[in-house]
């Protein structure tokens, strides 16, 4: 079974300040992890997957399949970086994407 | 490009009664997925397709529901009769993704039909 688990419902960090999303995540195989992200009055989007091992809007994450984490990093938030974060898991051949509950950022001024 | 379409974007209605949930995905895209999102939750996969075939309709509630994509592209999802714990937002979404041409991961989303039922 997938399961994936932000256990943060709210955070809330000042501008300028680091942040991290956390996400841990439960698969047997190898798992292929993704962070989405939702700002208001947007849809859903793709904010970075793990295989790319890219920086999208500064944020950065890596996949640590030791403590089965995928915690999402940004060294300086902005105020536009509020948003709801979802961590999702695509396990395998199965295509499946399992979403986390997600996580409400709000960036102070 | 207008993206994955999905209308109504709102809908009320009583329970027992019916409704229907549309969905028109990016030119291309071979599959496509209904999702629930209920509120303060993530969403949960109701049934995947790939072109026109129903791979993975595991979570669907059969009972009451049911979705079908003909000729490949545009979906419905209907509900009947509808229940109270119905109320929520019904996430379409598609992408290039799939058994036969391996998988990036990135899902294109509706805005979301939310259906509140009375």
């Known amino acids: 079974a997938q399961r994936v688990t932000q256990p943060e419902k709210l955070l809330s960090v000042f501008k300028g300040a680091p942040v991290e999303l956390k996400c841990n995540y439960s698969?047997?195989?190898?798992?292929?992890l993704f962070w989405y992200v939702q700002y208001s009055r947007q849809r859903l989007q793709l904010l970075l997957r793990?295989?790319s091992r890219e920086s999208i809007k500064g944020f950065t994450a890596d996949l640590n399949k030791g403590e089965t984490s995928f915690h999402l990093k940004k060294p300086f938030a902005q105020e536009e970086d509020s948003a709801m974060y979802y961590c999702a898991l695509s396990g395998g051949s199965n295509y499946k994407l399992t979403f986390g509950k997600g996580t409400l950022l709000t960036v102070n001024p | 490009e207008a993206g994955v379409v999905q209308s109504p974007r709102y809908k009320i209605i009583e329970k027992k009664q019916p409704v229907a949930f549309w969905c028109n995905p990016i030119s291309g895209h071979n599959t496509l997925y209904w999702y629930l999102q209920n509120l303060g939750q993530g969403p949960e996969l109701l049934i995947r397709y790939e072109n026109e075939e129903a791979v993975d309709d595991s979570q669907l509630p059969k009972d009451r529901f049911s979705a079908e994509r003909l000729k490949g592209v545009d979906s419905t999802l209907k509900i009947q009769p509808a229940e109270l714990g119905d109320s929520a937002v019904y996430l379409c979404?598609?992408?290039?993704?799939?058994?036969?041409?391996?998988?990036?991961?990135?899902?294109?989303f509706g805005e979301g039909s939310r259906l509140t039922v009375l």
């Open positions: 979404a598609s992408s290039l993704y799939g058994r036969t041409g391996g998988h990036s991961g990135e899902l294109f």
């Open positions: 698969y047997s195989g190898s798992p292929e």
């Open positions: 793990h295989i």
